[in-house]
């Protein structure tokens, strides 16, 4: 297909004639708690424990995932990793710094842990209110201001901290870029999700999001271990694409090259 535009870069809309549509799973591994003491119990017994329930259906309706992992706190053990790369599922940087170099070092770490590199990054903040940001990072409320020029300066090939924009597009500066991904929607918060024809693969992309330490019960919140499971063969079903972060990422590289 001939192009009309004329800017230096592709516009993303020429993905939208990939006739299926796409869906990336999400999965922010926090803390389990938003308590400081327990989730040093959880972690001392059971680390990642809670990843297993998410797994289990992954691997039952064959779903791949971008796990993000916060440095030093749900770095994944290698058992767990190798559960998880068997879901063909990628491994990405859920930071908490702000600074370029801190992230290229957390980067750098975290590849160290995992064995392969690391392209992606999300901002752990943005998913969660502030004062709780606060509680658990013992960092002041400058997390808040996490930017996308601190990822690109990194090295990250793409920031999925999710941005106000309609679709992925890339940030640049001089010889640098990242590709910024546009907001998510977490469907393990919030009221149940009904009427799947209605609400979910909606766009062309969808994004969707999984705490998995949602997924089964924890002090007060329910279990959505049930309603993640229905998702997935929803997703299944309707045969929509379930790709990473990374191998949507590739595509816009390979677009913007061409
Ligand atoms: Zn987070």
Same mark, same amino acid.
């Given at each position: 297909?001939?192009?009309?535009?004329?800017?230096?870069?592709?516009?993303?809309?020429?993905?939208?004639?990939?006739?299926?549509?796409?869906a990336?799973f999400?999965?922010?591994?926090?803390?389990?708690?938003?308590?400081?003491?327990?989730?040093r119990?959880?972690?001392?017994?059971?680390?990642?424990?809670?990843?297993?329930?998410?797994i289990?259906?992954?691997?039952?309706?064959?779903?791949?995932?971008?796990?993000?992992?916060?440095?030093?706190?749900?770095?994944?053990?290698?058992?767990?990793?190798?559960?998880?790369?068997?879901?063909?599922?990628?491994?990405?940087?859920?930071?908490?710094?702000?600074?370029?170099?801190?992230?290229?070092?957390?980067?750098?770490? +975290?590849?160290?842990?995992?064995?392969?590199?690391?392209? $992606?990054?999300?901002?752990?903040? #943005? *998913?969660? !209110?502030?004062? @709780?940001?606060?509680?658990?990072?013992?960092?002041?409320?400058y997390?808040?201001?996490?930017n996308?020029?601190?990822?690109?300066?990194a090295?990250?090939?793409?920031?999925?901290?999710?941005?106000?924009?309609?679709?992925?597009?890339?940030?640049?500066?001089?010889?640098?870029?990242?590709?910024?991904?546009?907001?998510?929607?977490?469907?393990?918060?919030?009221?149940?999700i009904i009427?799947?024809?209605?609400?979910?693969?909606?766009?062309?992309?969808?994004?969707? +999001?999984?705490?998995?330490?949602?997924?089964?019960?924890? $002090?007060?919140?329910?279990?959505? #271990? *049930?309603? !993640?499971?229905? @998702?997935?063969d929803?997703?299944t079903?309707?045969?929509?694409?379930?790709?990473?972060?990374?191998?949507?990422?590739?595509?816009?590289?390979?677009?913007?090259?061409?």
């Amino acid at each position: 297909m001939a192009s009309k535009y004329t800017s230096s870069f592709q516009r993303p809309s020429e993905v939208s004639d990939l006739s299926e549509k796409q869906a990336v799973f999400r999965i922010d591994v926090d803390a389990p708690t938003g308590s400081l003491l327990s989730n040093r119990l959880h972690l001392k017994h059971g680390y990642l424990r809670y990843l297993r329930t998410l797994i289990q259906q992954m691997t039952e309706f064959g779903i791949k995932a971008t796990f993000m992992f916060i440095p030093n706190r749900t770095t994944p053990t290698p058992d767990i990793l190798g559960e998880i790369l068997d879901t063909q599922s990628e491994v990405a940087l859920h930071a908490d710094e702000v600074l370029p170099g801190k992230l290229a070092q957390q980067k750098t770490e +975290m590849e160290r842990a995992v064995g392969e590199s690391i392209s $992606g990054i999300s901002y752990h903040g #943005r *998913d969660l !209110i502030d004062f @709780i940001v606060h509680k658990i990072t013992r960092k002041n409320r400058y997390v808040a201001y996490h930017n996308p020029f601190s990822s690109m300066l990194a090295g990250f090939r793409y920031d999925a901290t999710g941005y106000l924009q309609n679709r992925p597009e890339f940030l640049g500066l001089s010889d640098k870029r990242i590709l910024l991904f546009p907001n998510y929607r977490d469907i393990t918060l919030g009221p149940p999700i009904i009427r799947f024809d209605e609400s979910l693969l909606q766009q062309q992309l969808n994004l969707y +999001m999984i705490h998995p330490n949602y997924l089964d019960k924890y $002090g007060f919140r329910r279990s959505r #271990r *049930d309603e !993640i499971r229905a @998702i997935f063969d929803h997703v299944t079903k309707r045969g929509a694409q379930v790709r990473t972060y990374a191998e949507v990422c590739e595509d816009y590289e390979r677009m913007a090259r061409s």
